[in-house]
């Protein structure tokens, strides 16, 4: 079963940093995806950045020259760098993987942006 879980969120002020972690494990299968998604309160969950085959990004175009996503494949750990933070990017974060069978999901981490 696979497993995902997230680190590193927290409270930081605007304009500061921050930088996820997620540890997968249980892995069997080839990974399809795997990457971040956020969710703020009262709105639906949105893709920030994921790493898909072929090591190809996407990101949100909010997040766009201020996270980077990257992936270390011998740790099975997917990161985040959050840089110049906004209020806008209060949420709680979700790992997210594909494996070309399943999706699957952490279980969240707050980041919380104050001016």
Do not use: H
Not at 17 to 23: G, P
Not at 54 to 81: C, E, H, P, W
């Amino acid at each position: 079963q696979v497993q995902l879980v997230e680190s590193g969120g927290g409270l930081v002020q605007a304009g500061g940093s921050l930088r996820l972690s997620c540890a997968a494990s249980g892995i069997t299968y080839t990974i399809k995806e795997i990457g971040w998604y956020r969710q703020a309160p009262g709105k639906q969950r949105e893709l920030v950045a994921v790493i898909r085959t072929a090591r190809t990004t996407n990101y949100a175009d909010s997040v766009k020259g201020r996270f980077t996503i990257s992936r270390d494949n011998a740790k099975n750990t997917v990161y985040l760098q959050m840089n110049s933070l906004k209020n806008e990017d209060t949420a709680v974060y979700y790992c997210y993987l594909n494996d070309w069978r399943n999706s699957y999901w952490g279980q969240g981490t707050q980041v919380t942006v104050s001016s």
